[in-house]
Protein backbone atom coordinates (compact mmCIF):
# COMPACT_ATOMS: atom_id res chain seq x y z
CA UNK A 1 0.00 0.00 0.00
CA UNK A 2 1.34 3.92 -0.70
CA UNK A 3 2.01 5.82 2.11
CA UNK A 4 -0.31 8.28 0.67
CA UNK A 5 -3.31 6.36 -0.03
CA UNK A 6 -5.93 6.70 2.39
CA UNK A 7 -8.02 2.73 2.03
CA UNK A 8 -10.67 4.59 4.08
CA UNK A 9 -11.66 6.67 0.94
CA UNK A 10 -13.07 5.50 -2.48
CA UNK A 11 -12.74 7.49 -5.57
CA UNK A 12 -13.85 7.38 -8.95
CA UNK A 13 -14.31 9.64 -12.02
CA UNK A 14 -17.36 6.96 -13.43
CA UNK A 15 -20.28 5.85 -11.70
CA UNK A 16 -21.16 2.53 -12.08
CA UNK A 17 -23.80 1.48 -15.26
CA UNK A 18 -25.42 -0.47 -12.79
CA UNK A 19 -27.75 1.53 -10.46
CA UNK A 20 -28.07 -1.36 -8.01
CA UNK A 21 -23.84 -0.72 -7.34
CA UNK A 22 -24.58 3.17 -6.45
CA UNK A 23 -22.75 3.78 -3.01
CA UNK A 24 -25.38 3.85 -0.14
CA UNK A 25 -25.65 5.46 3.11
CA UNK A 26 -27.28 4.45 5.84
CA UNK A 27 -27.49 5.20 9.91
CA UNK A 28 -29.65 2.27 11.28
CA UNK A 29 -33.08 4.15 10.92
CA UNK A 30 -32.66 5.19 6.60
CA UNK A 31 -30.76 3.86 4.41
CA UNK A 32 -30.71 5.55 0.75
CA UNK A 33 -29.03 4.73 -2.35
CA UNK A 34 -26.96 8.29 -3.35
CA UNK A 35 -28.71 9.52 -6.06
CA UNK A 36 -31.94 7.34 -6.05
CA UNK A 37 -35.07 8.42 -5.95
CA UNK A 38 -36.43 5.49 -3.38
CA UNK A 39 -35.23 5.54 0.28
CA UNK A 40 -36.21 3.10 2.81
CA UNK A 41 -37.04 3.48 6.75
CA UNK A 42 -36.14 0.52 9.25
CA UNK A 43 -38.86 -1.28 10.53
CA UNK A 44 -41.52 0.40 7.60
CA UNK A 45 -43.06 -2.51 5.84
CA UNK A 46 -45.93 -3.12 3.28
CA UNK A 47 -47.68 -6.12 2.77
CA UNK A 48 -48.77 -8.94 3.93
CA UNK A 49 -46.75 -12.45 4.97
CA UNK A 50 -44.52 -13.50 1.80
CA UNK A 51 -45.82 -10.16 0.10
CA UNK A 52 -44.29 -8.00 2.99
CA UNK A 53 -40.97 -5.85 1.85
CA UNK A 54 -39.06 -2.76 2.72
CA UNK A 55 -41.83 0.25 1.92
CA UNK A 56 -40.70 2.59 -0.90
CA UNK A 57 -39.95 6.32 0.51
CA UNK A 58 -39.84 8.79 -1.78
CA UNK A 59 -36.08 11.14 -1.41
CA UNK A 60 -36.15 14.83 -1.93
CA UNK A 61 -32.96 14.63 -2.22
CA UNK A 62 -32.84 12.88 -5.27
CA UNK A 63 -30.36 15.42 -6.84
CA UNK A 64 -27.59 15.32 -9.52
CA UNK A 65 -25.36 18.43 -10.47
CA UNK A 66 -25.02 19.57 -13.64
CA UNK A 67 -23.79 22.74 -16.01
CA UNK A 68 -23.90 23.98 -19.09
CA UNK A 69 -20.36 24.07 -19.68
CA UNK A 70 -17.88 21.04 -20.27
CA UNK A 71 -16.96 19.88 -16.94
CA UNK A 72 -15.37 17.08 -15.06
CA UNK A 73 -16.24 14.65 -12.53
CA UNK A 74 -14.93 13.16 -9.14
CA UNK A 75 -17.14 11.04 -6.96
CA UNK A 76 -15.53 9.82 -3.72
CA UNK A 77 -16.78 8.08 -0.67
CA UNK A 78 -15.32 8.53 2.67
CA UNK A 79 -15.61 5.99 5.25
CA UNK A 80 -13.93 7.73 7.93
CA UNK A 81 -16.91 10.07 8.04
CA UNK A 82 -19.70 8.71 5.64
CA UNK A 83 -19.81 10.95 3.25
CA UNK A 84 -20.31 11.24 -0.13
CA UNK A 85 -19.31 13.84 -2.73
CA UNK A 86 -19.87 14.57 -6.16
CA UNK A 87 -17.27 17.38 -7.62
CA UNK A 88 -17.95 18.73 -11.05
CA UNK A 89 -15.27 21.33 -12.02
CA UNK A 90 -15.47 23.39 -14.99
CA UNK A 91 -13.29 26.46 -16.44
CA UNK A 92 -15.44 29.10 -14.85
CA UNK A 93 -16.68 27.22 -11.40
CA UNK A 94 -15.89 24.16 -9.08
CA UNK A 95 -19.23 22.39 -7.22
CA UNK A 96 -19.20 20.17 -4.58
CA UNK A 97 -22.24 18.02 -3.34
CA UNK A 98 -22.22 16.51 -0.32
CA UNK A 99 -24.73 13.42 1.17
CA UNK A 100 -24.72 11.74 4.29
CA UNK A 101 -27.14 10.14 6.79
CA UNK A 102 -26.75 11.67 9.44
CA UNK A 103 -24.87 9.55 12.11
CA UNK A 104 -25.83 10.67 15.96
CA UNK A 105 -29.81 12.11 14.35
CA UNK A 106 -30.93 9.29 12.52
CA UNK A 107 -33.88 10.97 11.52
CA UNK A 108 -32.18 13.25 9.65
CA UNK A 109 -30.36 13.34 6.15
CA UNK A 110 -28.33 16.00 4.14
CA UNK A 111 -27.02 17.55 1.00
CA UNK A 112 -24.89 20.36 1.13
CA UNK A 113 -23.95 22.22 -2.22
CA UNK A 114 -20.76 24.25 -2.45
CA UNK A 115 -19.48 26.63 -5.38
CA UNK A 116 -16.59 28.14 -5.92
CA UNK A 117 -15.91 30.83 -8.65
CA UNK A 118 -12.06 30.01 -10.29
CA UNK A 119 -11.91 33.86 -12.08
CA UNK A 120 -12.60 36.95 -11.48
CA UNK A 121 -16.26 37.51 -13.45
CA UNK A 122 -19.17 40.06 -13.67
CA UNK A 123 -21.24 37.06 -14.93
CA UNK A 124 -23.37 34.99 -12.43
CA UNK A 125 -22.72 30.65 -12.46
CA UNK A 126 -25.23 28.95 -12.32
CA UNK A 127 -25.39 24.95 -11.12
CA UNK A 128 -28.56 23.13 -12.54
CA UNK A 129 -30.05 20.84 -9.77
CA UNK A 130 -31.82 17.73 -11.55
CA UNK A 131 -34.00 16.17 -9.07
CA UNK A 132 -35.87 12.42 -9.89
CA UNK A 133 -38.04 13.43 -6.85
CA UNK A 134 -41.64 12.78 -6.77
CA UNK A 135 -43.79 12.76 -3.26
CA UNK A 136 -45.40 9.47 -4.53
CA UNK A 137 -44.96 5.35 -3.25
CA UNK A 138 -46.56 2.48 -4.76
CA UNK A 139 -46.54 1.18 -0.61
CA UNK A 140 -47.14 4.58 0.73
CA UNK A 141 -51.00 6.37 0.32
CA UNK A 142 -48.43 10.59 1.04
CA UNK A 143 -50.55 14.10 1.32
CA UNK A 144 -49.56 17.19 1.53
CA UNK A 145 -49.51 18.75 4.66
CA UNK A 146 -49.25 22.48 5.85
CA UNK A 147 -45.51 23.35 5.42
CA UNK A 148 -43.19 23.76 8.58
CA UNK A 149 -40.85 26.61 9.06
CA UNK A 150 -40.00 26.83 5.19
CA UNK A 151 -40.37 23.40 4.44
CA UNK A 152 -42.35 20.97 2.79
CA UNK A 153 -44.00 18.31 4.61
CA UNK A 154 -46.12 15.10 3.75
CA UNK A 155 -47.52 12.04 5.44
CA UNK A 156 -48.89 9.15 4.47
CA UNK A 157 -49.35 5.33 5.84
CA UNK A 158 -48.33 2.18 4.72
CA UNK A 159 -51.67 -0.07 2.45
CA UNK A 160 -51.14 -3.24 3.63
CA UNK A 161 -50.58 -4.51 7.40
CA UNK A 162 -47.99 -7.39 7.98
CA UNK A 163 -50.55 -9.65 9.13
CA UNK A 164 -54.44 -9.39 9.95
CA UNK A 165 -55.19 -6.71 12.37
CA UNK A 166 -51.16 -5.81 12.61
CA UNK A 167 -50.35 -1.78 12.39
CA UNK A 168 -49.72 -0.41 9.09
CA UNK A 169 -46.72 2.58 9.83
CA UNK A 170 -47.26 6.12 9.37
CA UNK A 171 -44.40 7.98 7.68
CA UNK A 172 -43.70 11.53 7.73
CA UNK A 173 -41.20 13.87 5.52
CA UNK A 174 -40.54 17.41 6.13
CA UNK A 175 -37.42 18.67 3.93
CA UNK A 176 -35.63 22.24 2.46
CA UNK A 177 -36.91 22.92 -1.14
CA UNK A 178 -34.46 21.73 -2.99
CA UNK A 179 -34.45 24.41 -6.65
CA UNK A 180 -34.10 23.68 -9.70
CA UNK A 181 -30.74 25.64 -9.87
CA UNK A 182 -28.12 27.32 -7.37
CA UNK A 183 -26.55 30.94 -8.94
CA UNK A 184 -22.93 32.45 -7.72
CA UNK A 185 -23.34 35.87 -7.94
CA UNK A 186 -20.81 37.87 -9.27
CA UNK A 187 -19.68 39.61 -6.22
CA UNK A 188 -19.34 36.32 -4.53
CA UNK A 189 -16.07 33.67 -4.87
CA UNK A 190 -17.80 30.92 -3.24
CA UNK A 191 -21.25 29.94 -1.77
CA UNK A 192 -22.47 27.30 0.24
CA UNK A 193 -26.24 25.16 0.60
CA UNK A 194 -27.50 23.25 2.65
CA UNK A 195 -31.14 21.04 2.45
CA UNK A 196 -32.22 18.73 5.88
CA UNK A 197 -34.67 15.91 5.14
CA UNK A 198 -36.29 14.85 8.18
CA UNK A 199 -38.14 11.39 7.78
CA UNK A 200 -40.16 10.18 11.24
CA UNK A 201 -43.21 8.25 12.18
CA UNK A 202 -45.14 11.24 13.42
CA UNK A 203 -45.49 14.99 12.74
CA UNK A 204 -44.15 15.76 16.63
CA UNK A 205 -41.09 13.74 15.89
CA UNK A 206 -40.91 14.69 12.48
CA UNK A 207 -41.18 18.27 13.17
CA UNK A 208 -38.90 18.19 16.66
CA UNK A 209 -36.00 16.30 14.00
CA UNK A 210 -36.35 19.31 11.60
CA UNK A 211 -35.98 21.57 14.15
CA UNK A 212 -32.72 19.98 15.34
CA UNK A 213 -31.46 20.10 11.79
CA UNK A 214 -31.69 23.85 11.38
CA UNK A 215 -31.04 24.30 14.65
CA UNK A 216 -27.62 22.61 13.95
CA UNK A 217 -27.45 23.65 10.41
CA UNK A 218 -27.29 27.56 12.03
CA UNK A 219 -24.50 26.67 14.30
CA UNK A 220 -22.22 25.16 12.17
CA UNK A 221 -22.86 22.02 13.65
CA UNK A 222 -24.69 19.53 11.59
CA UNK A 223 -21.87 18.43 9.83
CA UNK A 224 -19.28 18.39 12.42
CA UNK A 225 -21.79 16.27 15.05
CA UNK A 226 -22.17 13.76 11.87
CA UNK A 227 -18.74 12.96 11.45
CA UNK A 228 -17.49 13.03 15.07
CA UNK A 229 -19.85 10.43 15.55
CA UNK A 230 -18.30 8.13 13.03
CA UNK A 231 -15.16 9.05 14.48
CA UNK A 232 -16.35 7.36 17.89
CA UNK A 233 -17.17 4.52 16.24
CA UNK A 234 -14.07 3.71 14.09
CA UNK A 235 -12.16 4.14 17.46
CA UNK A 236 -13.50 1.29 18.48
CA UNK A 237 -12.55 -0.77 15.38
CA UNK A 238 -9.51 -0.59 13.58
CA UNK A 239 -9.43 -3.81 11.21
CA UNK A 240 -6.34 -2.80 8.59
CA UNK A 241 -5.14 -5.39 6.06
CA UNK A 242 -0.67 -4.76 5.06
CA UNK A 243 0.33 -5.77 2.01
CA UNK A 244 -2.96 -5.66 -0.36
CA UNK A 245 -4.37 -2.11 -0.96
CA UNK A 246 -7.32 -3.62 -2.27
CA UNK A 247 -7.93 -6.05 0.25
CA UNK A 248 -7.43 -3.66 2.87
CA UNK A 249 -10.54 -1.35 1.58
CA UNK A 250 -11.95 -4.21 1.04
CA UNK A 251 -11.98 -5.02 4.25
CA UNK A 252 -13.18 -1.32 5.33
CA UNK A 253 -15.54 -0.85 3.00
CA UNK A 254 -17.14 -4.53 4.32
CA UNK A 255 -16.93 -3.05 8.18
CA UNK A 256 -17.95 0.23 6.93
CA UNK A 257 -21.72 -0.91 5.28
CA UNK A 258 -22.30 -3.12 8.43
CA UNK A 259 -21.80 -0.52 10.66
CA UNK A 260 -24.04 1.57 8.82
CA UNK A 261 -26.80 -0.93 8.92
CA UNK A 262 -26.19 -0.28 13.08
CA UNK A 263 -28.09 2.45 15.16
CA UNK A 264 -25.72 5.16 16.71
CA UNK A 265 -23.94 4.10 20.12
CA UNK A 266 -25.45 6.68 21.78
CA UNK A 267 -29.28 5.30 20.76
CA UNK A 268 -31.79 4.20 23.41
CA UNK A 269 -34.85 4.45 21.65
CA UNK A 270 -35.34 0.54 20.73
CA UNK A 271 -36.58 1.78 17.35
CA UNK A 272 -33.58 -0.99 15.95
CA UNK A 273 -35.49 -3.32 12.90
CA UNK A 274 -32.19 -5.89 12.39
CA UNK A 275 -29.76 -6.17 9.49
CA UNK A 276 -31.11 -7.31 6.29
CA UNK A 277 -28.39 -9.27 4.11
CA UNK A 278 -29.29 -6.42 1.24
CA UNK A 279 -28.74 -3.19 4.12
CA UNK A 280 -31.07 -0.70 4.98
CA UNK A 281 -30.88 1.37 1.39
CA UNK A 282 -32.15 -2.37 -0.56
CA UNK A 283 -35.37 -4.64 0.14
CA UNK A 284 -38.24 -3.73 -2.15
CA UNK A 285 -40.42 -5.40 -3.24
CA UNK A 286 -38.87 -8.36 -5.13
CA UNK A 287 -35.35 -7.38 -4.61
CA UNK A 288 -32.32 -7.88 -2.15
CA UNK A 289 -34.45 -10.41 0.10
CA UNK A 290 -37.55 -7.49 0.34
CA UNK A 291 -35.43 -6.82 3.38
CA UNK A 292 -36.15 -9.46 5.44
CA UNK A 293 -33.87 -10.10 8.52
CA UNK A 294 -32.55 -13.60 7.80
CA UNK A 295 -29.96 -16.34 9.99
CA UNK A 296 -27.01 -13.53 8.44
CA UNK A 297 -27.51 -11.73 10.87
CA UNK A 298 -27.40 -13.65 13.71
CA UNK A 299 -24.79 -15.85 12.87
CA UNK A 300 -22.71 -14.41 10.48
CA UNK A 301 -22.78 -10.03 10.82
CA UNK A 302 -23.18 -10.47 14.44
CA UNK A 303 -19.93 -11.80 15.81
CA UNK A 304 -17.82 -8.55 13.91
CA UNK A 305 -19.71 -6.41 15.65
CA UNK A 306 -20.33 -8.07 19.07
CA UNK A 307 -16.28 -8.19 18.88
CA UNK A 308 -16.02 -4.23 18.87
CA UNK A 309 -19.19 -3.18 19.78
CA UNK A 310 -21.40 -4.92 22.89
CA UNK A 311 -23.83 -2.30 22.90
CA UNK A 312 -24.84 -2.19 19.21
CA UNK A 313 -24.78 -6.38 19.53
CA UNK A 314 -27.59 -6.48 22.43
CA UNK A 315 -29.75 -4.26 20.17
CA UNK A 316 -29.60 -7.57 17.49
CA UNK A 317 -31.48 -9.69 20.66
CA UNK A 318 -33.49 -7.08 21.41
CA UNK A 319 -34.45 -7.19 18.17
CA UNK A 320 -35.32 -11.04 18.20
CA UNK A 321 -36.80 -10.46 21.91
CA UNK A 322 -39.48 -7.94 20.41
CA UNK A 323 -40.46 -10.44 17.90
CA UNK A 324 -41.37 -13.20 20.65
CA UNK A 325 -45.15 -13.05 19.89
CA UNK A 326 -44.42 -13.62 16.61
CA UNK A 327 -42.16 -16.58 17.02
CA UNK A 328 -44.85 -17.82 19.77
CA UNK A 329 -47.52 -17.59 17.23
CA UNK A 330 -45.44 -19.05 14.21
CA UNK A 331 -44.77 -22.49 16.86
CA UNK A 332 -48.54 -23.27 17.46
CA UNK A 333 -49.39 -22.89 14.06
CA UNK A 334 -46.84 -25.37 13.06
CA UNK A 335 -48.73 -27.64 16.37
CA UNK A 336 -45.38 -27.22 18.59
CA UNK A 337 -44.73 -25.38 21.65
CA UNK A 338 -42.26 -22.38 22.71
CA UNK A 339 -40.78 -19.83 19.92
CA UNK A 340 -40.52 -20.57 16.61
CA UNK A 341 -38.37 -17.69 15.19
CA UNK A 342 -39.03 -17.40 11.31
CA UNK A 343 -36.97 -18.04 8.49
CA UNK A 344 -37.16 -14.43 7.09
CA UNK A 345 -38.30 -12.10 9.29
CA UNK A 346 -39.97 -8.32 9.46
CA UNK A 347 -41.45 -6.64 12.57
CA UNK A 348 -43.92 -8.68 13.50
CA UNK A 349 -41.43 -12.05 14.01
CA UNK A 350 -44.17 -14.02 12.17
CA UNK A 351 -42.74 -15.95 9.34
CA UNK A 352 -43.00 -13.55 5.95
CA UNK A 353 -41.13 -15.67 3.87
CA UNK A 354 -42.43 -16.01 0.22
CA UNK A 355 -41.97 -20.00 -0.03
CA UNK A 356 -43.43 -21.40 2.50
CA UNK A 357 -41.24 -24.35 2.88
CA UNK A 358 -38.49 -22.47 4.17
CA UNK A 359 -40.32 -21.13 6.91
CA UNK A 360 -41.59 -24.88 7.41
CA UNK A 361 -38.16 -26.51 7.03
CA UNK A 362 -35.71 -24.67 7.58
CA UNK A 363 -36.08 -24.76 11.67
CA UNK A 364 -31.98 -24.28 12.56
CA UNK A 365 -33.00 -20.14 12.32
CA UNK A 366 -34.16 -21.11 15.64
CA UNK A 367 -30.77 -22.11 16.98
CA UNK A 368 -29.06 -19.53 15.06
CA UNK A 369 -31.02 -16.91 17.10
CA UNK A 370 -29.75 -18.74 20.43
CA UNK A 371 -26.32 -18.88 19.49
CA UNK A 372 -25.71 -15.07 19.33
CA UNK A 373 -27.45 -14.90 22.83
CA UNK A 374 -25.17 -17.22 24.23
CA UNK A 375 -21.76 -15.93 22.11
CA UNK A 376 -23.12 -12.30 24.23
CA UNK A 377 -23.06 -13.58 27.60
CA UNK A 378 -19.89 -15.04 27.14
CA UNK A 379 -18.46 -11.87 25.48
CA UNK A 380 -19.93 -9.76 28.46
CA UNK A 381 -21.40 -11.88 31.34
CA UNK A 382 -24.26 -9.07 30.68
CA UNK A 383 -27.19 -11.26 32.54
CA UNK A 384 -29.57 -8.51 32.39
CA UNK A 385 -29.76 -8.97 28.81
CA UNK A 386 -31.32 -12.34 30.24
CA UNK A 387 -33.37 -10.82 33.03
CA UNK A 388 -34.94 -7.35 32.17
CA UNK A 389 -33.90 -7.57 28.74
CA UNK A 390 -36.45 -10.79 28.32
CA UNK A 391 -33.46 -12.80 26.62
CA UNK A 392 -34.24 -15.91 28.61
CA UNK A 393 -37.79 -15.90 27.15
CA UNK A 394 -36.02 -16.55 23.72
CA UNK A 395 -33.34 -18.55 25.67
CA UNK A 396 -35.94 -21.24 26.80
CA UNK A 397 -38.90 -20.80 24.65
CA UNK A 398 -36.68 -22.06 21.43
CA UNK A 399 -35.09 -25.11 24.25
CA UNK A 400 -39.04 -25.50 24.68
CA UNK A 401 -39.36 -25.49 20.92
CA UNK A 402 -37.08 -28.42 20.25
CA UNK A 403 -38.15 -30.82 22.61
CA UNK A 404 -41.79 -30.75 21.25
CA UNK A 405 -40.23 -30.95 17.66
CA UNK A 406 -38.08 -33.47 18.69
CA UNK A 407 -39.47 -37.67 17.69
CA UNK A 408 -38.42 -40.46 19.61
CA UNK A 409 -36.66 -43.36 18.00
CA UNK A 410 -36.79 -46.49 19.83
CA UNK A 411 -34.16 -48.12 17.24
CA UNK A 412 -31.39 -46.29 18.14
CA UNK A 413 -32.04 -44.75 20.97
CA UNK A 414 -32.14 -41.31 20.00
CA UNK A 415 -34.57 -37.88 19.56
CA UNK A 416 -34.63 -36.73 16.05
CA UNK A 417 -35.50 -34.02 13.74
CA UNK A 418 -37.56 -35.41 10.63
CA UNK A 419 -38.64 -33.55 7.69
CA UNK A 420 -36.10 -30.70 7.53
CA UNK A 421 -34.03 -28.25 5.15
CA UNK A 422 -30.61 -27.81 6.37
CA UNK A 423 -28.19 -24.93 5.33
CA UNK A 424 -27.49 -26.36 2.07
CA UNK A 425 -30.75 -25.31 0.47
CA UNK A 426 -30.19 -27.98 -2.41
CA UNK A 427 -32.20 -30.84 0.04
CA UNK A 428 -35.55 -30.77 2.02
CA UNK A 429 -37.37 -32.72 3.74
CA UNK A 430 -34.10 -34.92 5.49
CA UNK A 431 -34.26 -36.14 8.47
CA UNK A 432 -31.38 -35.14 10.97
CA UNK A 433 -29.58 -32.48 9.07
CA UNK A 434 -26.32 -32.68 11.17
CA UNK A 435 -26.38 -29.06 11.15
CA UNK A 436 -29.90 -28.14 13.03
CA UNK A 437 -29.20 -31.37 15.24
CA UNK A 438 -26.09 -29.78 16.53
CA UNK A 439 -27.37 -26.32 16.85
CA UNK A 440 -30.35 -27.83 18.43
CA UNK A 441 -28.16 -29.49 21.03
CA UNK A 442 -25.94 -26.36 21.64
CA UNK A 443 -29.11 -24.25 22.44
CA UNK A 444 -30.89 -27.03 24.96
CA UNK A 445 -27.35 -27.03 26.70
CA UNK A 446 -27.58 -23.43 26.16
CA UNK A 447 -31.07 -23.25 28.22
CA UNK A 448 -29.79 -25.47 30.52
CA UNK A 449 -26.98 -23.80 31.43
CA UNK A 450 -28.50 -20.61 31.51
CA UNK A 451 -31.44 -21.79 33.75
CA UNK A 452 -28.38 -22.86 36.54
CA UNK A 453 -27.38 -19.30 36.45
CA UNK A 454 -30.81 -17.75 37.14
CA UNK A 455 -31.77 -20.05 39.52
CA UNK A 456 -34.38 -21.12 37.12
CA UNK A 457 -35.81 -25.05 37.24
CA UNK A 458 -35.43 -26.22 34.04
CA UNK A 459 -37.45 -28.90 32.57
CA UNK A 460 -35.47 -32.11 32.61
CA UNK A 461 -36.73 -32.70 28.56
CA UNK A 462 -33.85 -29.95 27.82
CA UNK A 463 -31.12 -32.00 29.43
CA UNK A 464 -32.37 -35.56 27.65
CA UNK A 465 -32.55 -34.13 24.48
CA UNK A 466 -29.75 -32.60 24.40
CA UNK A 467 -27.63 -35.27 24.86
CA UNK A 468 -29.83 -38.28 22.78
CA UNK A 469 -30.27 -36.33 19.88
CA UNK A 470 -29.01 -37.69 16.83
CA UNK A 471 -25.82 -36.48 14.90
CA UNK A 472 -25.02 -38.23 11.99
CA UNK A 473 -21.73 -39.78 11.70
CA UNK A 474 -20.28 -42.34 9.61
CA UNK A 475 -17.96 -44.61 11.62
CA UNK A 476 -16.30 -45.89 8.61
CA UNK A 477 -15.32 -43.06 6.73
CA UNK A 478 -14.78 -40.70 9.54
CA UNK A 479 -16.88 -37.65 8.94
CA UNK A 480 -19.84 -36.27 9.14
CA UNK A 481 -23.23 -36.92 6.58
CA UNK A 482 -24.78 -33.50 5.74
CA UNK A 483 -27.96 -35.68 6.69
CA UNK A 484 -29.73 -39.00 6.99
CA UNK A 485 -29.17 -40.59 3.96
CA UNK A 486 -27.04 -38.41 2.43
CA UNK A 487 -24.19 -39.88 0.07
CA UNK A 488 -20.32 -38.86 0.06
CA UNK A 489 -19.62 -36.53 -3.16
CA UNK A 490 -23.32 -35.32 -3.55
CA UNK A 491 -22.96 -31.77 -4.52
CA UNK A 492 -24.01 -28.93 -1.78
CA UNK A 493 -24.82 -25.48 -2.32
CA UNK A 494 -23.14 -24.10 0.57
CA UNK A 495 -21.33 -24.14 3.86
CA UNK A 496 -23.09 -26.71 6.14
CA UNK A 497 -21.55 -29.60 7.85
CA UNK A 498 -18.25 -27.66 7.58
CA UNK A 499 -19.80 -25.50 10.17
CA UNK A 500 -20.09 -27.90 12.56
CA UNK A 501 -16.28 -26.36 13.36
CA UNK A 502 -16.98 -22.91 13.08
CA UNK A 503 -18.87 -21.39 13.90
CA UNK A 504 -21.06 -23.72 16.25
CA UNK A 505 -16.79 -25.03 17.82
CA UNK A 506 -18.51 -29.14 17.70
CA UNK A 507 -15.66 -31.02 19.66
CA UNK A 508 -13.67 -33.25 17.21
CA UNK A 509 -10.66 -34.60 16.35
CA UNK A 510 -8.52 -32.89 14.05
CA UNK A 511 -8.97 -35.62 11.39
CA UNK A 512 -12.49 -35.70 11.49
CA UNK A 513 -12.63 -31.64 10.96
CA UNK A 514 -9.75 -32.22 8.03
CA UNK A 515 -12.27 -35.31 6.76
CA UNK A 516 -15.09 -32.92 6.72
CA UNK A 517 -13.98 -30.08 5.19
CA UNK A 518 -12.33 -32.35 2.31
CA UNK A 519 -15.55 -34.49 1.97
CA UNK A 520 -17.37 -31.09 1.15
CA UNK A 521 -15.06 -28.49 -1.10
CA UNK A 522 -15.00 -30.50 -3.59
CA UNK A 523 -18.42 -31.09 -4.39
CA UNK A 524 -19.78 -27.23 -3.51
CA UNK A 525 -21.29 -24.87 -5.42
CA UNK A 526 -18.23 -22.16 -6.18
CA UNK A 527 -21.42 -19.31 -7.02
CA UNK A 528 -23.07 -20.37 -3.80
CA UNK A 529 -23.00 -17.77 -0.90
CA UNK A 530 -20.09 -15.77 0.16
CA UNK A 531 -19.68 -17.20 3.54
CA UNK A 532 -19.45 -20.14 2.32
CA UNK A 533 -15.64 -19.90 2.30
CA UNK A 534 -15.39 -18.36 5.58
CA UNK A 535 -15.81 -21.46 7.24
CA UNK A 536 -13.83 -23.37 4.81
CA UNK A 537 -10.92 -20.77 5.38
CA UNK A 538 -11.04 -21.27 9.53
CA UNK A 539 -11.64 -24.70 8.95
CA UNK A 540 -8.92 -24.84 7.43
CA UNK A 541 -6.18 -22.65 8.97
CA UNK A 542 -7.15 -24.37 12.08
CA UNK A 543 -7.07 -27.53 10.95
CA UNK A 544 -3.64 -27.45 9.71
CA UNK A 545 -2.78 -25.80 12.91
CA UNK A 546 -3.69 -28.68 14.76
CA UNK A 547 -2.30 -30.90 12.36
CA UNK A 548 1.67 -28.91 13.20
Not at 172 to 180: A, K, N, Y
Amino acid sequence: MSSNSDPYIFTTDTLPSDLRFLPPLANGLLGWKVFGSIMHMGGVYNGEAGHCHRADVPCPLAVKLETEDPAKHSYTLDTHTGIFSHTLSSATVTASQSLYSHRFYPNILVMEVLMERHVASEEPVLINLVSSFTPKSKDIQFESCPDYKGGRHIQGQTTTAEYPGGSRPTVHLIWTPVPSALTLPPEQTKARWGFVLVVADSSEAARSNYDEGLNLMASGNLRPSHEKAWKELWLQSQVEVTGSETLCKAVIGCMFYLLSAFPSIHDTSSRFGGVSPGGLSNGGDGQDYWGHVFWDQDVWMYPGIALFYPKLARSVLEYRVGTIDGAKDNAQKQGYKGLKFPWESAVSGREVCPEDIYGQQEIHINGDVTLAFQHYLYLTEDLSMFTEGRGSEVIFGVADYWVSRATWNPDDQKYHLLGVMPPDEYYYNVNNSVYTNTVAKLSLQFAVELADLLQHPAPKEWQEVAERISIPFDQELQYHPEYDGYSKGQPVKQADTVMLGYPLGLPMSPEVRKNDLEAYEPVTDPNGPAMTWVSYTQGIVVSTHLQT
